[in-house]
């Protein structure tokens, strides 16, 4: 029996941060339980189209869902177990941020099948917790982290943000070490991207390719070269305790990789439920409306749909498998599209392989100095 994964969008948060350019946003309690309402008959009226798939990761993100109320979110969960085939062994992911979880909550997560923990934490520095505009303390999420652990949870990721204003490598390397001492079982850690309709946006101006931007009483954005020593630095901290480099920001202990992330990057089928979800299920793209009275008033209504070019899904194949530290396989492109990536992209490849940015000949994959280029290696596979 084929295989999809389900990934569900709670919309949600106390407030934005200013970094944050994700479809989010506080919501009072009547709007979120009217939105789990919506949630749950979608969830319900798409369940005949999948009827003959199982489902073997499910990720619940946002937004924050550990603000929605714990009961409903449970029973959403519960909803999808009773409509869809959830194999037994599955991966099922969520989202929380320190300071919207508590003992109790924890504790209903982990019973309602629950058993992956993405915890927000971004920084173990107060002052740069503050200047993100985060809700929470470091002293939170240390909190946070041994309740979930009381609670039952074996599987946690933590994220770490680096290149934040006025953050040094000495701040960052602090951070990799309160981290690393929890052992966690994932940690994801990626620079700082100032995006459009961000409060970092109208601080930092848009002038995009200068290196130091300075918004006053934030500091300087550090440059491109220390944003590569911090990742230089990460993996190097991180490979010695024993985390595999699996993913351009993705650090995991042996087995614990995300199966659900790994579905996107390999181009698998996924469905999107809930506010802007997207979908791609054989080679078609959909998103829900992002309107949220269109999604409350028909959750199953207004979509955009895509219906992939082959040139389309060549590109994806490409620029999405080489964030992998694995690579792309030419086997699996002859499998896709009859052909081989080298009658497509050889010039690109061989491009980049003089540059040493590329590697391999059978198995394609991105250098270690690759990785510190990545974007302008992977714009180039765009036909």
């Given at each position: 029996m084929n295989s999809i994964s389900i990934y569900i969008h709670i919309p949600f948060c106390i407030k934005k941060c200013k970094y944050c350019d994700f479809l989010?946003?506080?919501?009072?309690?009547?709007?979120?339980?009217e939105y789990l309402r919506a949630l749950k008959q979608e969830i319900i009226e798409e369940a005949e189209k999948y009827k003959d798939y199982t489902v073997k990761t499910v990720y619940i993100g946002g937004g924050t869902p550990s603000v929605a109320d714990p009961d409903g979110l449970c029973g959403i969960i519960k909803k999808l177990f009773a409509c869809y085939r959830v194999e037994k062994d599955a991966e099922i992911s969520m989202?929380?941020?320190?300071?919207?979880?508590?003992?109790?909550?924890?504790?209903?997560?982990?019973?309602?099948g629950?058993?992956?923990?993405?915890?927000?934490?971004?920084?173990?520095?107060?002052?740069?917790?503050?200047?993100?505009?985060?809700?929470?303390?470091?002293?939170?999420f240390l909190e946070a982290y041994e309740n979930a652990r009381k609670a039952g949870f074996e599987n946690i990721n933590v994220d770490l943000m680096g290149a934040l204003p006025g953050q040094s490598l000495t701040d960052y390397e602090e951070s990799l070490k309160r981290i690393i001492s929890l052992k966690p079982e994932h940690i994801s850690t990626y620079s700082l991207i100032v995006e459009e309709n961000t409060e970092f946006y109208k601080i930092y101006g848009e002038e995009k390719e200068k290196i130091e931007r300075t918004g006053e009483g934030f500091g300087i954005l550090p440059s491109e070269e220390t944003e590569r020593e911090m990742a230089a630095l990460a993996e190097e901290m991180l490979t010695k305790e024993g985390y595999r480099h699996y993913e351009i920001s993705n650090y995991a202990k042996e087995g614990k990789a995300c199966k659900h992330n790994i579905v996107y990057w390999k181009r698998r089928n996924y469905i999107g439920f809930g506010l802007g979800a997207a979908s791609l299920f054989e080679n078609t793209r959909f998103t829900n409306t992002k309107n949220l009275?269109?999604?409350?008033?028909?959750?199953?209504?207004?979509?955009?749909?895509?219906?992939?070019?082959?040139?389309d899904c060549m590109e994806e194949f490409m620029f999405l498998g080489l964030r992998m530290y694995e690579g792309v396989k030419d086997s699996d492109f002859i499998d896709c599209f009859g052909k081989s990536m080298?009658?497509?992209?050889?010039?690109?490849?061989?491009?980049?392989?003089?540059?040493?940015?590329?590697?391999?000949?059978?198995?394609?994959?991105?250098?270690?100095?690759?990785?510190?280029?990545?974007?302008y290696v992977m714009a180039q596979f765009l036909l």
């Amino acid at each position: 029996m084929n295989s999809i994964s389900i990934y569900i969008h709670i919309p949600f948060c106390i407030k934005k941060c200013k970094y944050c350019d994700f479809l989010s946003a506080p919501y009072g309690k009547t709007v979120q339980e009217e939105y789990l309402r919506a949630l749950k008959q979608e969830i319900i009226e798409e369940a005949e189209k999948y009827k003959d798939y199982t489902v073997k990761t499910v990720y619940i993100g946002g937004g924050t869902p550990s603000v929605a109320d714990p009961d409903g979110l449970c029973g959403i969960i519960k909803k999808l177990f009773a409509c869809y085939r959830v194999e037994k062994d599955a991966e099922i992911s969520m989202e929380v941020n320190p300071g919207t979880v508590n003992p109790d909550s924890l504790q209903k997560y982990r019973k309602a099948g629950i058993n992956r923990l993405s915890i927000g934490l971004q920084s173990t520095h107060n002052r740069e917790l503050e200047l993100l505009g985060r809700i929470h303390t470091y002293e939170d999420f240390l909190e946070a982290y041994e309740n979930a652990r009381k609670a039952g949870f074996e599987n946690i990721n933590v994220d770490l943000m680096g290149a934040l204003p006025g953050q040094s490598l000495t701040d960052y390397e602090e951070s990799l070490k309160r981290i690393i001492s929890l052992k966690p079982e994932h940690i994801s850690t990626y620079s700082l991207i100032v995006e459009e309709n961000t409060e970092f946006y109208k601080i930092y101006g848009e002038e995009k390719e200068k290196i130091e931007r300075t918004g006053e009483g934030f500091g300087i954005l550090p440059s491109e070269e220390t944003e590569r020593e911090m990742a230089a630095l990460a993996e190097e901290m991180l490979t010695k305790e024993g985390y595999r480099h699996y993913e351009i920001s993705n650090y995991a202990k042996e087995g614990k990789a995300c199966k659900h992330n790994i579905v996107y990057w390999k181009r698998r089928n996924y469905i999107g439920f809930g506010l802007g979800a997207a979908s791609l299920f054989e080679n078609t793209r959909f998103t829900n409306t992002k309107n949220l009275t269109e999604y409350l008033k028909n959750p199953v209504g207004k979509r955009e749909v895509e219906k992939l070019s082959v040139k389309d899904c060549m590109e994806e194949f490409m620029f999405l498998g080489l964030r992998m530290y694995e690579g792309v396989k030419d086997s699996d492109f002859i499998d896709c599209f009859g052909k081989s990536m080298y009658t497509c992209y050889k010039d690109v490849i061989d491009k980049n392989k003089e540059e040493g940015l590329l590697t391999g000949s059978e198995t394609l994959r991105l250098t270690d100095k690759g990785f510190c280029f990545a974007n302008y290696v992977m714009a180039q596979f765009l036909l």
